[in-house]
């Protein structure tokens, strides 16, 4: 455009002075002249305005070129936060589903503890059980077998005051034959199917009386436990347990078991050593005879 | 390796509390059946702990207690005692205590706490 506008100016010129030497412009040639230069502010004019429309273009497409930068920006920085939410999102489940599975753990452990003490007691259970049945049948003798199941009732059950019945099969009279913490003599015998021995002797089951606390005065015919001792459903007598000691206020899982243990063990070891002891009887006498016959 | 004697007439017991305390590492146990053999037993060889019944014939364990604690020639002469009793009343353990005994257990035994009172004399 001033290119065009040069060229113009150029060619006004050479109109007006047309020969080098140069002669006066007449009135018609220099309203030519005022014509063209009027036709050339015009044009100038035009050319500022054209000029202030490209600028004022120019800073829209500035302002969009911002405008556009920013939405760019704002759209990476949208893309990136999206994109740490995603991550926190996974972590955030991946936290919930570590603390899930530390709950379970901790859970587990929980439940391996319980059952180690389970199993701890249960293998205390099964100590006392396998110690008592072996000194039960330890052996022959009579008065050891009774020392041996006092003992155990003591020791390991935890009595005060108890007695062994034995049962005498002919009169169906049921007889002390040991005790501890009661006189041996202050013990009454008692019949088969009377009283609460009585009654458990017959019916061949086990007595637990819902009060472990001792009776005051003492009852013997309401004791606190009575276990018949059986060979298969023959009852040979029954253990009668009248007090625990003062720190034992309740019967344990692993007492029932050893009273089971004893209803059966201690009836064996005792029959047992009663038919051993009776043979050594006989077999001294009838040693004593022979050798009476052969002298 | 701890040196244990349990000084016990009772063979059951005996055999329980053998069967309880050999659980923790590095135990030697020893038995007495009783006092006196329990006495003898410690004049002779070196002992970390003493269990003893308090009901024994001829000796008893308290007696038991008092004639280790005030024989000067005893090289075990301070191990530590824990008694052992059917008694639950407060004054028997009083008794032992002031005798000499440095803890108690009650029968019938619990295996948890003979653990735990045999292991506070015994690193096992």
Same mark, same amino acid.
């Given at each position: 455009?001033? =290119? ?23 009135? =018609? ?32 497409? =500035? ?183 003062? =720190? ?48 | ?124």
């Amino acid at each position: 455009m001033k =290119q065009t506008m040069e060229k113009e100016i150029r060619n006004t010129e050479e109109r007006a002075h047309p020969d080098a030497g140069g002669s006066l412009l007449n009135p =018609q040639k220099g309203a030519e002249i005022l014509n063209m230069l009027k036709r050339g502010a015009e044009f100038t004019h035009e050319l500022l305005r054209e000029n202030e429309k490209l600028r004022y273009a120019a800073a829209r497409l =500035q302002e969009q070129n911002e405008s556009l930068r920013k939405r760019t920006e704002n759209a990476v920085a949208r893309s990136e936060i999206e994109g740490m939410e995603r991550k926190l999102r996974t972590l955030t489940e991946e936290n919930s589903k570590l603390l899930e599975r530390f709950s379970e753990v901790e859970k587990e452990n929980g439940d391996f503890a319980n059952k180690y003490v389970e199993i701890e007691q249960e293998n205390n259970m099964l100590a006392n059980l396998y110690i008592s049945s072996y000194q039960l049948h330890s052996s022959l003798d009579f008065n050891e077998v009774l020392r041996i199941i006092m003992e155990i009732i003591i020791n390991l059950i935890g009595a005060e005051q108890f007695a062994l019945f034995l049962l005498d099969e002919k009169t169906q009279i049921l007889k002390a034959v040991a005790s501890e913490g009661i006189d041996l003599e202050d013990i009454p015998s008692f019949t088969v199917g009377e009283t609460i021995i009585g009654n458990a002797v017959k019916s061949g089951e086990s007595y637990y009386s819902e009060d472990t606390a001792a009776k005051e005065p003492l009852d013997m015919a309401d004791p606190l436990v009575c276990i018949p001792m059986k060979i298969t459903e023959r009852v040979i007598g029954t253990i009668v347990v009248y007090k625990l000691f003062q =720190q034992k206020d309740s019967f344990t899982k692993l007492d029932y078991e050893l009273f089971y243990m004893l209803a059966g063990h201690a009836a064996t070891a005792i029959f047992s050593s009663k038919l051993y002891t009776e043979s050594e009887r006989r077999l001294s006498t009838i040693q004593g005879f022979i050798e009476l016959i052969t002298k | 390796m701890s040196r244990v004697l349990i000084v016990e007439d009772s063979p059951t017991m005996v055999q329980l509390l053998v069967f309880i305390i050999k659980k923790l590492r590095d135990v030697e146990i020893d038995t007495a059946n009783d006092g006196a053999n329990g006495l003898k037993k410690l004049s002779e060889g070196r002992y970390d702990l003493v269990l003893t019944d308090i009901n024994m014939p001829l000796i008893d364990g308290l007696k038991f207690v008092s004639l280790l604690r005030n024989d000067r020639s005893n090289g075990n002469r301070d191990v530590p005692v824990i008694i052992i009793t059917t008694e639950g009343e407060e004054s028997i353990m009083e008794e032992g205590m002031k005798l000499g005994a440095n803890s108690y257990i009650t029968k019938p035994v619990n295996s948890q706490r003979v653990i735990e009172t045999v292991r506070k004399f015994i690193n096992a």
